[in-house]
């Protein structure tokens, strides 16, 4: 059974930045698309970033410019570099991988960004 573990998460202040990371657990695994959901309190989960094996990504428009996607495809890895953090920006991000950002295989168990104001 393949699980996707995060780190990276945490609490930072409007402005600050913070890299999550997403490691699949098993050697082999291998997946077109990754990349990270996010859902805030009240709200329905959104696509925030996803970047397929050959490089390709896709941004949500309210991170584009802030947040950059990146894969180690020999690491199973994928990253979520986040800069200039809003308040807004406070939820828990899931990583996922699979077929297509909208065809999910696999979710991480997710980890908390906070952003203070």
């Known amino acids: 059974q393949v699980q996707l573990v995060e780190s990276g998460g945490g609490l930072v202040q409007t402005g600050g930045s913070l890299r999550l990371s997403c490691a699949a657990s098993?050697?082999?695994?291998?997946?077109?698309?990754m990349g990270w959901y996010r859902q805030a309190p009240g709200k329905q989960r959104e696509l925030v970033a996803a970047?397929?094996?050959?490089?390709?990504?896709d941004y949500a428009d309210s991170v584009k410019g802030r947040f950059t996607i990146s894969r180690d495809n020999a690491k199973n890895t994928v990253y979520l570099r986040m800069n200039s953090l809003k308040p807004e920006d406070t939820a828990v991000y899931y990583c996922?991988?699979?077929?297509?950002?909208?065809?999910?295989?696999?979710w991480g168990q997710g980890t908390q960004v906070t952003v203070s104001s």
């Open positions: 996922f991988g699979g077929n297509r950002a909208d065809f999910v295989h696999y």
């Open positions: 098993k050697s082999g695994f291998s997946v077109n698309a």
């Open positions: 970047i397929t094996r050959d490089g390709s990504t």
